[in-house]
């Protein structure tokens, strides 16, 4: 059966730090949470897969990351794509340029992107889903890697970072270049029969998801498949934190009561990507 009124709400940065570990499972256990999507080379990686392990019902997927992060290779390796600390760049824009302009440049992206994907395979876990940390398979050359790679490794489901249109209150600037990309990514999405959900939430409130907004989302929402993604942690400070991210707040929304009793009223279920594979064939439009 078709699940036509399904909600996936996903924990991104899991295994970037205890204090997000922490609250993933605060949020699965006692609140709303359903997946995570796991920071192979995070520092708490290995505390991120032995919770993961012990709870059976969170749905775990892989959130590359190619900006801003720890790499899963050794620096030397790719030289290209780090900064003097070792530290994949947080410089998007250049690294962008670079990407269209370089063929070394390339290269050691799909060998860090595939780096990665090979060290969520040996953890064993059922890979739910991919997401791209700070959304950067936007870039089409990014894009078309994460595609690649992850068919390879047997990828049936991948986020497109896109929101509808006009739902979301105080909605902001125009992202107009970030709305073409999204189609873009998309159609290639759909081409390679691949699936994502009928549009993603978080992007406009990131690290800002309070807890009348979540309650929002969870009320308004049309049926249909859909993901709310949040960052979840049990402190506002902490090693690799976003500053300005209210990751406590991210915590209590998800945990609140009243919004488990919203979701109830609402009629939806909690779902992982991988309970929609194989039952629809859900892109966006």
Known sequence: MV???????????????????????IAHLTGILSAASLMVAGTAAADALERAKRMSRLRVGLHVAVTDARPALPPEQIPRLVDENGRLRPDLARLGAELALSGATRRQMRAEVEAQFQAFQSTGLKLDHVSVHQHYHLHPV????VIDVGRQYGVRAIR????LRGFIPEGGSSRRVEDALS?????RVKRVGLMTPDAVFGLRWSGRLTKARLRYLVEKLPHGFWEIYAHPATSDAFLGHAPGYRYADELSALTDPANAEALRLSGRRLCGYQDVVGSASTTPV
């Not at 990014?142 to 890697?145: D, T």
């Open 183 to 187: 189609r873009r990514l998309a159609e």
């Open 160 to 163: 497109v970072p896109r929101e």
């Open 3 to 25: 699940p036509l009124n399904c909600l996936v709400v996903t924990a991104d940065d899991f295994g970037l730090s205890r204090e997000v570990n922490e609250a993933v499972e």
């Open 142 to 145: 990014v894009g078309a890697m």
